[in-house]
């Protein structure tokens, strides 16, 4: 009888952009080491913080391997950046997942949830999952906008296309990159400081390796409000208007407007407690 060879384990890897942001840490560290899966790494990319915040991180990196510290580049500062650097860690059979200092994940079977979808759905070669998430005010405790998905569906590369077209954009928190797909598309745009995450998105059409979407019923990540995109409104809208200009020339305002639409809907319908 011929033998089976055992199935490697799913891994995830998640990046995290640090500046001085040690206070913010613990919620999302916790949510981590709390996970029922074990199977993934965190690597901290430090933008040149404070010695407070550098023993901090030493300290964490020194109870749990899982955990890796490492620099941006002196000529490179940014959220963006940082998060190019990280990716080069990345193993080739990782899940790829993007995080700010002050998220966390959303309940402790998160990664478990994600990597039984992708076991169960390897033979249809998904290239990147999307799940559910909400933005919480850190002060009230309440979801300023949530971001649900109703049914796990898989979704072809045209249709998400046209999604994206009529004004659907994820968060960038609930992006669930395969190491391949996301190989294609790096490094982040240096052109724009605020949104180069929506431009990698929409990176996607040119990208010939993206064909599948898995999108997930999953609630995975809780995202503080408050972050330096809401503290610079004016700069991040024109980025982002520059951005569809970029890929959908004078048809941008039709994504453009609908994504904003979209977003005031989605606050008015989700207003609630965690």
Same mark, same amino acid.
């Given at each position: ?10 891994? =995830? ?70 998060? @190019? ?5 990345? !193993? ?26 992708? @076991?169960?759905?390897? !033979? ?26 109703? @049914? ?39 052109? !724009? ?11 996607? @059409?040119?990208?010939?390796? =993206? ?38 020339? =004078?048809?941008? =305002? ?21």
């Amino acid at each position: 009888m011929k033998k089976t060879k055992k199935p490697e384990p799913i891994t =995830f890897l998640f990046i995290v952009p640090t500046l001085n942001s040690y206070k913010k840490l613990p919620k999302l560290i916790d949510s981590l080491t709390n996970q029922t899966y074990i199977f993934w790494r965190c690597i901290l990319v430090d933008g040149d913080s404070n010695e407070k915040h550098k023993k901090w991180v030493k300290s964490i990196v020194k109870k749990d391997e899982r955990f890796i510290s490492i620099n941006e580049n002196k000529n490179q500062r940014g959220i963006y950046p940082a998060m @190019s650097k990280g990716y080069k860690s990345a !193993f080739i059979n990782d899940w790829i997942i993007f995080l700010g200092s002050d998220d966390w994940l959303a309940s402790r079977n998160v990664i478990s949830s994600l990597a039984e979808s992708i @076991s169960k759905n390897s !033979f249809k070669k998904i290239d990147l999952l999307i799940s559910s998430t909400d933005l919480v005010n850190p002060k009230t405790k309440k979801i300023s906008r949530s971001h649900p998905i109703k @049914s796990d569906i898989f979704v072809e590369r045209e249709r998400f296309l046209k999604l994206l077209f009529f004004g659907y954009m994820p968060n960038h928190q609930s992006l669930c990159f395969s190491s391949d797909l996301l190989g294609s598309l790096m490094p982040y745009s240096e052109d !724009f400081d605020l949104a180069a995450d929506n431009e990698l998105i929409l990176r996607l @059409s040119l990208c010939k390796k =993206f064909n599948r979407i898995l999108f997930c019923t999953q609630k995975s990540i809780n995202i503080e409000a408050g972050g330096i995109s809401s503290k610079f409104i004016l700069k991040r809208t024109l980025e982002v208007a520059r951005i569809y200009f970029r890929y959908y020339k =004078f048809k941008f =305002f039709i994504p453009f407007i609908l994504r904003y639409t979209n977003r005031i809907r989605y606050k008015i319908l989700n207003h609630k407690k965690i």
